[in-house]
């Protein structure tokens, strides 16, 4: 099943494909989602701060999974600094 979601003029999967900012979500009646991205971490790096900006922003977006809408659970983290 293709699932297109509409964000003003764009879509989920465009938006994503540019910003790289979800990794999971809900969303109502579509069920919960995560974003598959490719890339690999430098792990020869000492800089902590800089290999973790490195592989968040040169990771590339593969494709959005959808869970069934009728069995989806889904938990949020969120730590604030």
Do not use: H, P, W
């Amino acid at each position: 099943m293709k699932i297109t979601i509409q964000i003003g003029r764009s879509t989920l999967k465009n938006l994503l494909r540019i910003q790289k900012v979800i990794d999971i979500g809900c969303i109502a009646d579509y069920g919960s989602f995560y974003v598959d991205y490719q890339g690999e971490e430098d792990t020869e790096s000492k800089d902590f701060d800089n290999r973790y900006l490195n592989y968040y922003n040169e990771r590339k977006f593969n494709k959005i999974v959808f869970s069934r809408s009728d069995i989806s659970v889904v938990s949020f983290f969120l730590q604030a600094s």
